[in-house]
């Protein structure tokens, strides 16, 4: 009897907790977005019209989430889901997408971005402001459709969103134009999309996955490619305790200074996807040694 009394009052608690989330969200469209850079995007098109949760908790890097019962309720019942893709990234956020009956909106696959067969996938799309517009104007199509009277809002809103990447993309290519260097060494190696952009070159020593160690031979590559000239004389360590402690380490025994590149793969609360970015640029300015 207690196996089945447990199902029961999971199921029921799982019910409640959607209740709660349809009461909160007052009538607005029920966005659930995978990660932060695509609530960012929702939230910003959405305006007080619809009710964004993010599925990523706070603290925990995209690719680590696991949902609850709630969540994956939650997803069934939304208006509109906005996640990565079928790209392996978010294994069990992709699982649960299957059950949503709402509009579910498949980024990688709305940009046309291919998926390689074998082989890590680079999610780090929105590490391009370039994307992120393009993001942004996927979601407003898909909200108008979600909720057609409020379409003028939302046109309206991914127009000054639009602007805003815009602009940081203005920045990045000038602000990056006649550096002394051009390719620049990165603890966790998802700043690809972003290197592409605006013609600079990353070497990574822990990979796309940053959950190992670095190997031995990653950082004998890196330090020959600083010593040498090729890549900028710093190391740039993801924005974690982790990174920080990985990227320290790895520049102290170079000689050369840390510096910090936020992914945003968690909420960066206090802080935005806008102010991330710009700080971001900072420190490829500072470490690239640009505009001397």
């Given at each position: 009897m207690?196996?089945?009394?447990?199902i029961v009052?999971?199921?029921?608690l799982?019910?409640?907790?959607s209740?709660c989330?349809?009461?909160?969200?007052?009538g607005?469209v029920?966005?659930?977005?995978?990660?932060y850079?695509?609530?960012?995007?929702?939230?910003?098109v959405g305006g007080d019209r619809?009710?964004?949760?993010n599925?990523?908790?706070p603290?925990?890097?995209?690719?680590e989430?696991?949902?609850?019962?709630?969540?994956?309720a939650?997803?069934?019942t939304?208006?509109v889901?906005?996640?990565?893709?079928?790209?392996?990234?978010?294994?069990?956020?992709?699982?649960?997408i299957?059950?949503?009956?709402?509009?579910?909106?498949?980024?990688?696959s709305?940009l046309?971005i291919p998926v390689?067969?074998?082989?890590?996938f680079d999610?780090?799309?929105?590490?391009?402001p370039?994307?992120?517009?393009?993001?942004?104007?996927?979601?407003?199509?898909?909200?108008?459709?979600?909720?057609?009277?409020?379409?003028?809002?939302?046109?309206a809103?991914?127009?000054?969103?639009v602007?805003?990447?815009?602009?940081?993309?203005?920045a990045?290519r000038?602000?990056?134009r006649?550096?002394?260097?051009?390719?620049?060494?990165?603890t966790h190696?998802a700043f690809?999309?972003?290197?592409?952009?605006?013609?600079?070159h990353q070497?990574g020593?822990e990979?796309?996955?940053?959950?190992?160690?670095?190997?031995?031979?990653s950082?004998q590559?890196a330090t020959l490619?600083i010593r040498?000239g090729?890549?900028a004389p710093a190391?740039?360590?993801e924005?974690?305790?982790?990174?920080?402690r990985?990227?320290?380490?790895v520049a102290?025994?170079?000689?050369v200074?840390?510096?910090p590149?936020?992914?945003?793969?968690?909420?960066?609360?206090?802080q935005d996807?806008?102010?991330?970015m710009?700080?971001?640029?900072?420190?490829?300015?500072?470490?690239?040694?640009?505009?001397?």
């Amino acid at each position: 009897m207690r196996p089945t009394r447990t199902i029961v009052i999971g199921i029921v608690l799982s019910i409640l907790a959607s209740a709660c989330a349809g009461s909160s969200s007052g009538g607005r469209v029920r966005v659930f977005a995978a990660l932060y850079p695509l609530s960012w995007a929702a939230e910003q098109v959405g305006g007080d019209r619809v009710y964004v949760q993010n599925l990523t908790p706070p603290g925990v890097e995209a690719h680590e989430t696991t949902l609850t019962a709630a969540q994956r309720a939650d997803i069934q019942t939304a208006d509109v889901v906005v996640f990565l893709g079928d790209v392996g990234f978010q294994p069990d956020v992709e699982h649960a997408i299957g059950d949503a009956r709402g509009k579910v909106v498949d980024v990688v696959s709305e940009l046309h971005i291919p998926v390689p067969p074998s082989g890590p996938f680079d999610p780090h799309i929105w590490l391009d402001p370039g994307y992120m517009e393009r993001v942004v104007r996927i979601l407003a199509r898909a909200l108008s459709a979600a909720d057609p009277s409020g379409r003028a809002g939302y046109e309206a809103r991914e127009a000054a969103t639009v602007r805003q990447l815009a602009a940081l993309d203005s920045a990045f290519r000038s602000e990056l134009r006649g550096c002394s260097f051009t390719s620049f060494v990165a603890t966790h190696e998802a700043f690809g999309y972003l290197a592409r952009a605006y013609g600079l070159h990353q070497i990574g020593i822990e990979g796309l996955a940053p959950e190992s160690e670095p190997s031995a031979a990653s950082i004998q590559a890196a330090t020959l490619a600083i010593r040498a000239g090729r890549a900028a004389p710093a190391i740039f360590y993801e924005s974690t305790d982790e990174g920080r402690r990985i990227g320290e380490s790895v520049a102290a025994d170079i000689g050369v200074p840390a510096l910090p590149l936020g992914t945003l793969e968690s909420d960066p609360a206090p802080q935005d996807y806008l102010s991330v970015m710009r700080a971001d640029l900072a420190s490829l300015e500072k470490g690239l040694r640009c505009n001397p």
